[in-house]
């Protein structure tokens, strides 16, 4: 089946719809289903990306609430690369 895919906006090959990475940009999208008029969307951006986001945030601890929204957004983003590794292990 070709489809787009919705990071790189390329044309790409998939065998059916699902999760699967982008052969062109590395990124882990969701390729729909047409017959159930699904649309492809972005999961996860590719591991650099992910990375670089991790890295480039201000964690600043102002305030108490504000420590405990940083924790949550690092583990939130280490979460993401961590299925990236798992997803790329299992293919």
């Known amino acids: 089946m070709l489809t787009n895919c919705p ?11 699902g999760n699967t990475f982008c052969p062109k940009c590395g990124t882990y999208i969701f390729v729909g289903d047409p017959i159930k008029d699904e649309e492809n969307k972005v999961l996860f951006n590719t591991e650099e990306e992910l990375k670089k986001e991790f890295k480039s945030k201000q964690f600043e601890d102002v305030e108490d609430n504000d420590k405990e929204k940083n924790k949550k957004k690092r583990a939130e983003l280490k979460h993401k690369i961590n299925l990236l590794h798992k997803n790329l292990n299992d293919s």
């Open 7 to 17: 990071k790189c906006k390329k044309v790409i090959s998939v065998e059916k719809s």
